[in-house]
């Protein structure tokens, strides 16, 4: 159907003698759009105007902030990803309580809830017919209960859209790797999660993707994976791996100031995004998805929006020892003004602990990032900001600011609806008996924040500098948001000063200490915490006290994740050990050896 609307869409488009401006509001695409390779520069610059998002992306994009909680198997056994032989039988939140969850999140301003009903170790939420793995065969609620069916009906009560996160990598799955088996196992997994809960509103596709057992690679049926959603959940928007939703590119909680929803970047789902996208040399992670230049090139676009995940912690679940870790206030309202401010919607993980509650820690940054948000959005200090704006490219408004107050954020809205269109923008103020610039950006699109210096005016002055047809800007805003203040974070994971140690090897890394210590875990931290080809994935970890005999303390270790959330991870050690050397033998994600430097290992010491 979406074809054949595309289809009469473009014959409509090669029919009409009339100019292109005249074409700006009576000719849609919806979500996707295929160039026929006659058009001119300016001509694809019209239709990619011309493109907007289905109503179920619209109302996606309106949410704006929304919640992930992973939460499963690794929540009891500290890791990030389980390996998929973890007994069932360590499952058992004490106080599990998914109304905990929603009346926090709906209170603190969440719009959806995202649930890992099966991350990659292949257990699963709910009791499903399709493996044993799962609930039913934990000592919870005596295997009766079902996580998935607790948060849908807490959803209910309050009223919050319910989305799941379905982990196509199954590493428990004896079938994972033999593909027409695993891709009817997964479907029939969808099939039970899209029937049984009611209304879904996300389908959450993980990219990781790994091995089967014996290297086997597992080749996903996306096309069956998708007309299942479509068939049982239509009104669901499918991210990531789903053409509905784009991953930003990062787990750091940082979108792009050039952020186009419409986009040449093809969903990885489609047989042709390999060869479309190395063609036009555009990948997720890719600065700029939508300009020009790309446009030039591209023989399709998609109204792909991107979606910013990050976790209020460092790692995606629950540890005891990241209660310290919450994210700061500021830095929570940095990711919010770089995601949501940067034409993306913000899905904040959240993670349960084991009792199977949101933890104290996590519940009181919740709150203030809410008082914060609301003590800074509820006063708009612009007049008339939402009178609609059609702007040409050239045009100016001024608008008048409340007498003596103070602003730092402007806020910009296009009505998507009609398209993504401003190119580049400025801002300006009266200051001092002239205009002042004080901002300025490339793309709006649903909403772009500009963070501008402190400053009192009686007007501001928006210019749309460069627009693709005219701009429809729906709302103009400008508000206060008070400084905050980063509280000093203490390197918690090393408490032996480097300044005694001594670099020994630098393939396999053997340190010595510099003097004989009780070693209760150790950290690496790759630098700047940036992912790079060198570093380390799979390791082993060896102590000695002479330097000569060492001592295997773990033999198979993984720094899960690494590559896409460089954070320090530690790992604790299964018992205390005596060491003044310690040795890494690592590999990187591609198998080859990796290159960790004596900075990026930390380590914890007993006194
Ligand atoms: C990643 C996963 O590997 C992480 O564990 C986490 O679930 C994150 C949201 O996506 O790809």
Redo the contacts with the bound molecule.
């Keep these: 159907m979406k074809k054949i609307n595309q289809f009469l869409a473009t014959c409509a488009l090669a029919c009409l003698t009339t100019s292109i401006q005249a074409q700006q509001d009576t000719s849609y695409f919806i979500k996707h759009l295929t160039f026929s390779g006659e058009e001119t520069m300016e001509e694809k610059v019209s239709m990619a105007a011309r493109l907007v998002p289905s109503p179920q992306q619209l109302a996606w994009q309106q949410m704006e902030l929304t919640a992930?909680l992973?939460f499963g198997i690794n929540t009891f056994t500290g890791k990030?990803?389980g390996d998929g032989s973890e007994d069932p039988a360590l499952f058992n939140p004490t106080e599990l309580n998914a109304e905990q969850w929603v009346k926090t999140l709906k209170e603190t301003g969440f719009k959806m809830v995202l649930l890992?009903a099966k991350?990659?170790d292949g257990f699963c939420l709910w009791p499903t017919k399709t493996t044993k793995h799962s609930v039913a065969s934990s000592p919870w609620k005596n295997g009766k209960g079902d996580v998935v069916k607790e948060l849908r009906d807490a959803c209910t009560k309050y009223n919050m859209k319910f989305g799941v996160y379905l982990s196509p990598w199954d590493r428990n799955a004896s079938c994972y790797g033999n593909s027409p088996e695993y891709n009817k196992f997964f479907i029939e997994q969808l099939t039970e999660l899209l029937t049984n809960y009611g209304e879904v509103h996300e389908v959450w596709f993980?990219?990781?993707n790994g091995e089967g057992p014996n290297g086997k690679k597992q080749e996903y049926d996306w096309d069956a994976f998708y007309k299942t959603i479509q068939r049982l959940q239509p009104k669901a928007v499918m991210a990531i791996m789903g053409d509905d939703v784009r991953w930003v590119g990062n787990?750091k909680g940082i979108g792009r100031e050039t952020e186009w929803s419409a986009t040449v970047l093809t969903p990885g789902i489609y047989a042709r995004s390999a060869s479309n996208n190395a063609r036009l040399g555009v990948y997720p992670k890719a600065a700029d998805l939508g300009g020009r230049d790309i446009l030039k090139n591209a023989t399709e676009l998609f109204w792909y929006p991107s979606e910013v995940?990050v976790s209020i912690r460092p790692g995606?679940f629950w540890h005891e020892e990241e209660n310290q870790k919450v994210k700061s206030l500021k830095h929570l309202s940095d990711i919010y003004f770089q995601s949501v401010g940067y034409n993306s919607v913000l899905l904040l993980n959240i993670p349960p602990d084991r009792r199977g509650l949101i933890h104290e820690a996590d519940v009181a940054r919740l709150k203030e990032f809410a008082e914060y948000r609301q003590k800074t959005f509820q006063d708009n200090k612009i007049l008339h900001g939402t009178a609609l704006w059609r702007a040409s490219q050239g045009d100016k408004r001024t608008y008048s600011v409340k007498a003596n107050a103070p602003i730092n954020v402007v806020m910009l809205q296009e009505d998507i609806s009609k398209g993504q269109r401003v190119e580049n923008f400025s801002i300006e103020i009266w200051k001092d008996g002239q205009w002042a610039t004080v901002g300025n950006g490339t793309t709006i699109g649903y909403k772009r924040m500009v963070r501008i210096p402190e400053t009192i005016t009686d007007s501001l002055k928006i210019s749309i500098n460069q627009t693709r047809l005219d701009a429809n800007i729906q709302h103009v805003a400008a508000y206060y948001a008070a400084p905050l203040e980063e509280k000093a974070i203490t390197s918690a994971w090393n408490n032996l000063p480097r300044n005694t140690w001594k670099k020994l090897s630098s393939s396999p890394l053997s340190i010595d200490l510099g003097k004989t210590v009780t070693l209760k875990a150790f950290t690496y931290a790759p630098l700047n915490e940036e992912a790079k080809p060198t570093m380390a994935y799979h390791y082993q970890f060896f102590v000695s006290l002479d330097g000569k005999e060492w001592k295997k303390v773990i033999a198979d270790g993984e720094f899960?994740?690494i590559m896409?959330n460089p954070l320090p991870q530690t790992v604790a050690l299964p018992h205390p050990e005596s060491a003044r050397f310690i040795k890494i033998e690592a590999t990187t994600p591609n198998a080859s050896p990796a290159l960790i430097e004596t900075e990026e290992i930390g380590v914890t010491i007993l006194p």
């Design positions: 992930f992973h990030e990803w890992t991350h990659h993980d990219g990781a787990e995940d995606w899960s994740n896409h």
